[in-house]
C-alpha cells in the first residue's frame, strides 16, 4: 500500500538521493520533521495522519519529510541516523537534528515536540 498524501510543498516524499537539498539545507528556512516509516509498520499508518493533521495546523511554519525505508536505498538514510525502529520521526532545524522520536504518539505530544522549533 503506497503512502497516501498528496505531495505539496510542505508534505513531500524524499529519498536518500535528494534529502541533504530537501531536508538539511530546507531546514535552515523552516524545521523539517523526516518520518521514517514504512508499509507493513502499524504504528506508521496510525502516526501518519496525525503528522498530516499537524503540518496543517502550523500552516506553512513546519514542512514534513516521509522517507519510505522499504524502498532499498533509503534504508541508509535509517543506517546514517541510526534508527532502531519504525516509525522514526526526526526533527531538522539549521541543518541539525534536533529532536526524535519513536512509535505513534497523540498529536497533543506532537504539538509539543515541535513547538519550541516553529516559535524560534
Given at each position: 500500500m503506497a503512502d497516501q498524501h498528496a505531495s505539496s510543498p510542505v508534505i513531500f516524499d524524499v529519498s536518500v538521493e535528494e534529502f541533504d537539498t530537501r531536508v538539511i539545507e530546507a531546514s535552515h528556512e523552516l524545521p523539517i520533521i523526516v518520518d521514517l516509516w514504512a508499509d507493513w509498520c502499524m504504528p506508521c499508518l496510525v502516526i501518519a495522519p496525525k503528522l498530516k493533521q499537524l503540518i496543517a495546523e502550523y500552516d506553512g511554519q513546519i514542512r514534513l519529510a516521509k522517507v519510505e525505508v522499504d524502498d532499498g536505498?533509503?534504508?541508509?538514510?535509517?543506517?546514517?541516523?541510526?534508527?532502531?525502529?519504525?516509525p522514526t520521526v526526526i526533527l531538522f532545524r539549521h541543518g541539525e537534528e534536533?529532536?526524535?522520536?519513536?512509535?505513534?504518539?497523540?498529536?497533543?505530544?506532537l504539538r509539543e515536540f515541535v513547538q519550541d522549533y516553529v516559535e524560534e
Open positions: 536505498h533509503n534504508m541508509k538514510l535509517a543506517g546514517k541516523y541510526q534508527v532502531r525502529g519504525f534536533k529532536a526524535r522520536f519513536h512509535g505513534a504518539k497523540p498529536l497533543a505530544f
